[in-house]
């Protein structure tokens, strides 16, 4: 999770797509060139040892004048965690 947070701050869509899982994987990654993100808060996590095959983050992203508050959605391919999918929290 920290290091997709990363990535949207770097704007690195070649690593956000390498780690999104293939069946819910876009074409390309927009980026809003007025966003800055300023900080990452990671809220719970479900599942996601080395014992499963899925896995749950929720977390609060930070960027000037708001924040985002998500709980993603996380599987293991050919032993990776990519993001499948996730749902905006209130």
Do not use: N, Q
């Amino acid at each position: 999770m920290r290091s997709r947070y990363s990535a949207f701050v770097k704007r690195d869509e070649a690593y956000l797509l390498r780690t999104w899982h293939p069946r819910t994987r876009p074409p390309r990654v927009e980026f809003d060139p007025g966003m800055r993100w300023t900080g990452l808060e990671i809220l719970a996590t479900g599942e996601g040892t080395a014992f499963h095959a899925t896995g749950t983050v929720t977390f609060r992203a930070s960027f000037k004048g708001g924040s985002l508050h998500e709980r993603s959605r996380f599987e293991r391919v050919e032993g990776a965690w990519v993001y499948v999918h996730g749902e905006f929290l209130d």
